[in-house]
């Protein structure tokens, strides 16, 4: 015993284990655009289309209503960047004002979406029994629709506002948003961490909100940003056959729809530039959802 080898006590300091400090969030922020190219080309654009909705209103050169005849028809240059349509007015304005728009009604029904499908889910996978089945049914319901078309009844029963292109955009992406959560809620719900939390006196309230919800953050948020695009596509759908918002409101669908006409006489511009910038929203929040993802997701934060 008297051999044994005895840790020098002064030494004791050396030998401790400090873990390294949790990383911010804007710090893991910034690694992942650094490491992901894409990532950071998403967040690129994202910051400009946000830019143009809360900004562009203010900064636009002329007045997107405002038509001169004088001025009709005229091709990108360096007095209207991107062309006049057939009342003269700027294009570029119009396509600037109408990001405000466009984002609004993304935004708005994908918060609204999130609210009423994920919420169902996520009861019907941890509870089960007749939740699951109502919410299953439900689902299936909208389901057995074209969602376009769907959508289409709605806004026409409705009356085609932008608070009834929010609710048809919300109703047909309710399936999307219940089956995922509920699949994701139901696999969780047996998880050990879940048992152990509700083993120390969780109600199922707390069990739902502090750990059922943030741990299926990461796959929702995927599918939030996936729907941002479809969103705009479907209330640029909905305008261009008429049963969006009504001209002359500054709309990329109603811009592409006056300029489809013009296309085969020479002036492309008028349809061109609007639905290049609707392509770049799309891309836009399409390359989004792997980064948001991992933002996100706890397990990337270390």
Not at 17 to 44: D, K, Q
Request: with cysteine; charged share 15%.
């Amino acid at each position: 015993m008297n051999d044994m080898t005895k840790i020098d006590p002064a030494a004791a300091p050396a030998l401790r284990f400090e873990a390294p400090p949790s990383t911010s969030l804007l710090a893991h922020a910034r690694h992942i655009v650094s490491e992901n190219p894409v990532t950071g080309l998403a967040f690129g654009l994202f910051a400009l289309i946000l830019f143009a909705a809360i900004f562009g209103p203010s900064l636009v050169p002329y007045d997107p209503l405002a038509s001169n005849t004088n001025s009709a028809l005229q091709a990108p240059s360096a007095r209207h960047w991107f062309g006049t349509d057939q009342l003269g007015r700027d294009i570029f304005s119009r396509v600037i004002v109408a990001t405000r728009l466009d984002f609004a009604i993304a935004v708005c029904s994908v918060a609204l979406v999130f609210a009423m499908g994920g919420l169902a889910g996520v009861m019907a996978g941890f509870y089960g029994g007749w939740v699951d089945k109502i919410v299953g049914r439900i689902a299936d319901t909208i389901m057995a629709f074209p969602l376009f078309v769907l959508a289409m009844g709605i806004v026409a029963a409705l009356g085609n506002s932008v608070t009834n292109i929010v609710i048809a955009t919300a109703i047909i992406n309710f399936p999307l948003y219940a089956r995922v959560a509920r699949a994701e809620a139901n696999v969780r719900r047996e998880a050990g961490f879940v048992q152990a939390a509700r083993l120390s006196g969780n109600s199922d309230w707390r069990l739902l909100l502090t750990q059922i919800v943030p741990n299926i953050m990461p796959i929702m948020a995927v599918q939030m940003s996936l729907t941002m695009g479809y969103a705009i596509l479907n209330a640029a759908g909905l305008s261009f056959i008429g049963l969006g918002v009504r001209p002359p409101t500054p709309e990329w669908g109603i811009m592409v729809a006056e300029g489809a006409s013009f296309i085969v006489s020479g002036e492309w511009w008028i349809a061109f530039f609007p639905g290049l910038a609707l392509m770049t929203a799309v891309f836009c929040f399409n390359l989004l959802g792997d980064g948001v993802r991992d933002l996100v997701d706890p397990q990337r934060r270390n």
